[in-house]
T-cell receptor
């Protein structure tokens, strides 16, 4: 079974600075997908960024980028120019498709990292 | 317009009661899900439905019975509520079951408290 580990329970950063959240995972699969989700105090789960394991290029979405190290099974999230609205719990998640490419929406989540952005 | 909406937002009830949580998505997606987030914020899938058919049941007690009257709705009924059922329940949807093209869209969650 796959596992996802986020070793930083809490992180803090000053507004406008850069912060990196860590995530490691364990799998014997070669084809899979990785995600970062954000859960602000409003409780909604918001997709931040997605990475396909077969793509070597790191995904980016505006101020959010990942450092995907497949051999090391590491998938960290970098937030640049941090904003107060980035304050949230961040979850790393793993999804493994079967041979037919289906996954049935089964995400395996890490424990989450609480990020606080200070003014 | 809210893409995935759940009602109620909060639910407080006593042990032994039966309660339902409703979910609707207006994204035209084929696949819907229920996830549970426990008190430690750990999220785990409970059920997956594709075109109203159950495709995943992650060893959830049979006190939990999802029902999908159509592709846009997936309701969760819980019988004989127990203290351990207290959690936040998230509904989600995706275009279909393919991992490549179907990121999950989550609702805002329903916080269930069993006293």
């Amino acid at each position: 079974a796959q596992t996802v580990t986020q070793s930083q329970p809490e992180m803090s950063v000053q507004e406008a600075e850069t912060v990196t959240l860590s995530c490691t995972y364990d799998t014997s699969e070669n084809n899979y997908y990785l995600f970062w989700y954000k859960q602000p105090p409003s409780r909604q789960m918001i997709l931040v960024i997605r990475q396909e394991a077969y793509k070597q290029q790191n995904a980016t979405e505006n101020r959010f980028s990942v450092n995907f190290q497949k051999a090391a099974k590491s998938f960290s999230l970098k937030i640049s120019d941090s904003q107060l609205g980035d304050t949230a719990m961040y979850f790393c998640a793993f999804m493994k498709p079967n041979a037919g490419g289906t996954s049935y929406g089964k995400l395996t989540f890490g424990q989450g990292t609480i990020l606080t952005v200070h003014p | 317009d809210t893409a995935v909406s759940q009602t109620p937002k909060y639910l407080v009830t006593q042990m032994g009661n039966d309660k339902s949580i409703k979910c609707e998505q207006n994204l035209g997606h084929d696949t819907m899900y229920w996830y549970k987030q426990d008190s430690k914020k750990f999220l785990k899938i409970m059920f997956s439905y594709n075109n109203k058919e159950l495709i995943i049941n992650e060893t959830v007690p049979n006190r939990f019975s999802p029902k999908s009257p159509d592709k846009a709705h997936l309701n969760l009924h819980i019988n004989s509520l127990e203290l351990g059922d207290s959690a936040v329940y998230f509904c989600a949807s995706s275009q279909d079951t393919r991992a490549a093209d179907s990121p999950l869209h989550f609702g805002n969650g329903t916080r269930l408290t069993v006293t």
